[in-house]
C-alpha cells in the first residue's frame, strides 16, 4: 500500500517524485498522486510508474506522508475533509507564501506540519530547499523530511521567522541569476560577439564559477580576488560595478522579494 501521496501533480510534485524514486528513497508502488481536473495526475503516474488515485480517501488511506504540492491559491478552498483524512500522520507543504499557522488551519490534526520552501532547480535534482516545522520533528519524521528534500537537491531547516528571507534569496534567487546570464549575453553583444557566442560564453561561465565555489568552498571574493590583478581587465570591470553600486542593487532586489513574501503570507 503507498506509504506517501502528493496532493498536486505539477511540477514540483513530479520533480520531487522523480528525484526519490532515481535515489531509491521509495519504490514506485510507495508512491501514489492525486491531481485536480487536467491530465497531469495521469501523465506523471505514465511517467514515472506510480499510482494515480481516483478520489481523495484512496489517495490517503494508507499514507504515512502527505505532500501537498497543489497551487497555493487553491489552499483556500481545499477539501474540508482533509482534516480528518490527514488526521496522525506528517503533512509537508510546499506551497510559496503559506505559514505554519496557515497551514494549522486545513491540517489541524496532522501529527506534525512542515512548511517547505524548494527553488525551481529542484526540477533537475539541484535545489535549495529551506524548511520549518510546527513542532519538534521525531527522529523518524526528521529522517523522511531531509531524506524527500534530499533527493531533489540540499535542504536547511530554519526558524519560520526567515522563511520571508529565504524566499528572496534561494526561492527567487535563479530567476536573479537568470537575468544575470542575459544581461552578460547582452553585454557580449554590444562588445562584439555573435548572439550564440555571447550566449554559450555566459552560460558556461556562470555554471563554471558556481562549480568553482561549490568545489573550493572559498568565499566568493577570495575567488575574485585571485582573477583580479591591479589595473587590469577584470579590475575595470569591477571598478565599474562598484561604481554603479552593484552590491547595494543586489541587496534592494532581495529585500524587495523579501518584503512581498510577507505580504502574501500576510493576505489570508
Not at 60 to 67: F, P
Not at 200 to 220: F, H, N, Q, S
Not at 236 to 241: K, T, V
Request: contains cysteine; aromatic residues 4%; charged residues 20%.
Amino acid at each position: 500500500m503507498p506509504k506517501l501521496t502528493f496532493i498536486g501533480s505539477g511540477r514540483m510534485a513530479s520533480a520531487m517524485v522523480e528525484g526519490l524514486l532515481a535515489k531509491g528513497v521509495y519504490s514506485t508502488s510507495d508512491v501514489i498522486c492525486l491531481g485536480g481536473s487536467g491530465t497531469s495526475a495521469s501523465a506523471l503516474a505514465a511517467r514515472t510508474g506510480i499510482l494515480v488515485a481516483a478520489s481523495l480517501e484512496q489517495a490517503l488511506e494508507s499514507a504515512e506522508t502527505v505532500i501537498v504540492a497543489f497551487k497555493p491559491q487553491h489552499l483556500a478552498g481545499a477539501d474540508p475533509r482533509l482534516a480528518a483524512l490527514t488526521a496522525g500522520r506528517l503533512v509537508i507543504s510546499v506551497l510559496a507564501a503559506k505559514t505554519i499557522a496557515r497551514l494549522d488551519r486545513t491540517f489541524p490534526k496532522a501529527r506534525n506540519l512542515v512548511r517547505c520552501m524548494p527553488n525551481t532547480p529542484a526540477a533537475i535534482g539541484a535545489g535549495m530547499t529551506g524548511w520549518c516545522a510546527r513542532s519538534t520533528l521525531s527522529e523518524p519524521d526528521r529522517a523522511t523530511v531531509t531524506g524527500l528534500l534530499g533527493a531533489i537537491g540540499k535542504e536547511l531547516e530554519l526558524p519560520e521567522a526567515q522563511i520571508d528571507a529565504l524566499m528572496a534569496v534561494s526561492g527567487c534567487g535563479p530567476a536573479f541569476v537568470f537575468e544575470f546570464t542575459a544581461a552578460l549575453r547582452e553585454a557580449g553583444i554590444a562588445a562584439g560577439l555573435e548572439r550564440s557566442q555571447a550566449q554559450m560564453l555566459a552560460l558556461e561561465t556562470v555554471l563554471g564559477a558556481a562549480r568553482l565555489m561549490a568545489r573550493t568552498k572559498a568565499e566568493p571574493e577570495e575567488l575574485r580576488n585571485q582573477v583580479t590583478s591591479p589595473n587590469g581587465t577584470t579590475f575595470a570591470g569591477l571598478q565599474r560595478m562598484s561604481a554603479r553600486d552593484f552590491r547595494g542593487l543586489m541587496k534592494e532586489t532581495v529585500l524587495a522579494a523579501k518584503a512581498r513574501s510577507e505580504e502574501l503570507s500576510r493576505q489570508e
